[in-house]
T-cell receptor, first 110, second 115 residues
């Protein structure tokens, strides 16, 4: 079983839509979580950290559910520029282990 | 501020040749990571250095791959001999020790093609 799993998509949504992705992780010892964004043929870039209480950054909301071992990313009012692949990252701090999910592709259509 | 610098950006070589990829992390960062990304396997962590010392090399595919970090500002990933299945984008990333210690900043990648 993979340490981190994501639905590869693609998620095809119209502009203005709300879309949500989940990312499940297998080890309850995980301690830090992040969402990265990767544009086609570019490097991954940090989108936002995920805090235990949930956090919001503009149109983006990240949440952590430790009981069910998943993190989520919600994008409201989707823009064409949101089209990208979204990667989740799980860090097991005590073991210096970092795991990237394989990514969820989002296509926002006009 | 300069980000993570990688060179070359593109490399085309023939099977059997030695390939050396280079990385300069962000100044002040003490962790450095080498990743490989392909369509089939996604982003895979190859090796991770902390304070120039290799901490986890369990992702290095085989003995043909080796990585070094002789000082805090430079790292290399070497493939010898290269094979067509090594074709991928190789990313270097670094992270620091402040509050966002585990935020990784990626370089632009080296796109390797082995013919």
């Amino acid at each position: 079983r993979k340490e981190v799993e994501q639905d590869p998509g693609p998620f095809n949504v119209p502009e203005g839509a709300t879309v949500a992705f989940n990312c499940t992780y297998s080890n309850s010892a995980s301690q830090s979580f992040f969402w990265y964004r990767q544009d086609c043929r570019k490097e991954p870039k940090l989108l936002m950290s995920v805090y235990s209480s949930g956090n919001e950054d503009g149109r983006f909301t990240a949440q952590l559910n430790r009981a069910s071992q998943y993190i989520s990313l919600l994008i409201r009012d989707s823009k064409l520029s949101d089209s990208a692949t979204y990667l989740c990252v799980v860090v097991y701090t005590n073991f210096n282990k970092f795991y990237f999910g394989s990514g969820t592709k989002l296509n926002v259509k006009p | 501020d300069a980000g993570v610098i990688q060179s070359p950006r593109h490399e085309v070589t023939e099977m059997g040749q030695e390939v050396t990829l280079r990385c300069k992390p962000i100044s002040g960062h003490n962790s450095l990571f080498w990743y490989r990304q392909t369509m089939m396997r996604g982003l895979e962590l190859l090796i991770y250095f902390n304070n120039n010392v290799p901490i986890d090399d369990s992702g290095m595919p085989e003995d043909r791959f080796s990585a070094k970090m002789p000082n805090a500002s430079f790292s290399t990933l070497k493939i010898q001999p290269s094979e067509p299945r090594d074709s991928a984008v190789y990313f270097c990333a670094s992270s620091g020790t402040s509050g966002r210690a585990y935020t990784q900043y990626f370089g632009p990648g080296t796109r390797l093609t082995v013919l």
